[in-house]
C-alpha cells in the first residue's frame, strides 16, 4: 500500500507559548495583576476614521477580490512611494495579503519551494520564518551573515528589519550589499519590514528604497503590515510591495485559494495608509513607554542590546531567559523567552511596548521598588 503523505502537523515545531503557561499564572497570581509584556498585541484603539471606513463598507454582500480594489491598490503605492522612497510603481507591484503571518507562513509553499530546496532567515527571528519553509518541506537555515551562505540551492533569503525580537536595523549599505549578493546568485529577496515606521535610535530603510535597489524591483518584495502602526492585528491587514515578476503568479495562486482580503477591511486599510498623524501619534505613544521601561529595566540591572527600533527592548541579566522569565513573573510581569527566537537568544528576553499607559507605570514601579 502506499505510504501516507506526512501530516503537516508532524512538520512543525511545538508552539512555543504553551511553555509560558505556567509563568503566566504566577504573573497573574501578583496582587496588583498581571502587566503582560510577551506579545506584541496593541491595546490602543484604532483609530476612529479607520472604523468609520469600515462601517461604511459594511454593506459588502458580494465577494472581494484578492487583488484588492482599485482604490486600495492606489492607496498601496502612494504610501510605498511616500514612505518607503520607492519609486515607478504601480498596481502590478503590489498584492494585499490576509496579515502579514499568513504571507509569511504560506509565501515559500507559494512560491514553488519544495523539497531540495533552502530558505534562510538571522539566527535570531520570528518563528514563522522555520515555520513556512517546513510548510513547504524545504530545508530552513540561519545566519549572521546572509552573503556567507552557500547558495547552492537557496531559494528564499528572509530579512528583518527592524527585527523581531532584537529590534536591530540593517543600515542602507548592508541591505544594498545583500541585494546585490541575491540577485548575483539569482536567490529571491523576502524582506519582512512590518515595523519600519517605528525607528528610535536609527532610521529604517526599506529594500524598496532607490539607494538600495538601484531603482530595480527585480528579485526582492517587501512586506508591510498595519497591526502596530495602526493597531489594526484585529482587521489582518497587511501587504506586499515588489517585483511583479514574482507578484504575479502569487496572486493567481492566491485566486484559486481564495485567499482574500475582506472588502470592508480593504476600505478601511486604504484609509489608514492615507493618514499619517495617526500613525505620529502612536509612535509617541509606544516611545514614551519604551523611555519609562528602558530606564526601569537599566536600573534594575539590565543590559539592553539593539532595540534601536520595532516594539520591543531586547534585555538580558547575563543569566538563563527562564530565570529571567520566572523572575519577572514573581514580579507580576510577564516577557518572552529569547530561545524562543532562537538559541542564540537563551540569555535574553523580549520586552514588549504594548501593554496600556497604566500597565507600563505599574511595571516601571515594580522594577523600580
Known amino acids: 500500500m502506499p505510504a501516507h503523505p506526512q501530516p503537516l502537523d508532524a512538520l512543525l515545531p511545538g508552539f512555543p ?12 497570581a501578583h496582587p496588583e495583576g498581571i502587566v503582560d509584556l510577551s506579545v506584541g498585541t496593541p491595546v490602543d484603539p484604532v483609530p476612529g476614521f479607520v472604523r468609520d471606513a469600515l462601517s461604511a463598507a459594511a454593506d459588502s454582500p458580494g465577494y472581494p477580490t484578492v487583488w484588492g480594489t482599485p482604490e486600495l491598490r492606489d492607496a498601496i503605492v502612494e504610501w510605498a512611494e511616500r514612505r518607503l522612497g520607492a519609486r515607478g510603481l504601480s498596481h502590478r507591484h503590489v498584492l494585499p495579503v490576509v496579515g502579514s503571518k499568513e504571507f509569511v507562513a504560506w509565501a515559500p509553499l507559494q512560491l514553488g519551494i519544495g523539497p531540495g530546496d533552502r530558505v534562510a532567515y538571522p539566527r535570531l527571528a520570528y518563528p514563522t520564518y522555520e515555520v513556512g519553509a517546513r510548510l513547504a518541506r524545504a530545508e530552513h537555515v540561519v545566519y549572521d551573515d ?28 548592508e541591505l544594498t550589499r545583500i541585494v546585490a549578493w541575491a540577485r548575483e546568485h539569482g536567490v529571491l529577496v523576502l524582506s519582512d519590514e512590518c515595523y519600519l515606521e517605528l525607528g528610535w535610535e536609527a532610521d529604517p530603510v526599506s529594500v524598496l528604497h532607490p539607494d538600495v535597489c538601484g531603482g530595480s524591483h527585480e528579485g526582492i518584495v517587501a512586506v508591510h503590515s498595519l497591526s502596530k502602526r495602526s493597531n489594526l492585528a484585529g482587521y489582518r491587514a497587511a501587504f506586499v510591495v515588489g517585483d ?7 496572486l493567481q495562486v492566491r485566486k484559486h485559494g481564495g485567499m482574500m482580503t475582506a472588502a470592508p477591511v480593504q476600505a478601511a486599510t486604504a484609509a489608514a495608509l492615507g493618514d499619517d498623524k495617526h500613525v505620529e501619534e502612536q509612535r509617541e505613544r509606544y516611545a514614551a513607554r519604551r523611555t519609562a521601561l528602558r530606564t526601569a529595566l537599566l536600573d534594575h540591572g539590565f543590559r539592553i542590546e539593539h532595540s534601536e527600533a520595532s516594539l ?3 534585555a538580558t541579566r547575563g543569566e538563563s531567559c527562564w530565570d529571567t522569565v520566572a523572575h519577572l513573573a514573581s514580579l507580576g510581569i510577564l516577557v518572552a523567552p529569547g530561545d524562543f527566537y532562537g538559541e542564540a537568544g537563551e540569555r535574553f ?21
Do not use: F, H, M, Q
Open 312 to 314: 520591543y527592548l531586547w
Open 146 to 173: 546572509p552573503t556567507t551562505l552557500d547558495p547552492e540551492g537557496l531559494r528564499v533569503l528572509w530579512l528583518n528589519s527592524p527585527s523581531n525580537p532584537t529590534g536591530r536595523v540593517l543600515g542602507k549599505d
Open 244 to 250: 511583479p515578476d514574482v507578484l504575479g503568479p502569487l
Open 17 to 28: 507559548w504553551d511553555k509560558l503557561e505556567p509563568y503566566k499564572k504566577t504573573a497573574t
Open 349 to 369: 528576553v523580549r520586552v514588549g511596548l504594548t501593554a496600556s499607559d497604566e500597565r507600563i507605570a505599574s511595571a516601571v514601579a515594580r522594577l523600580s521598588a
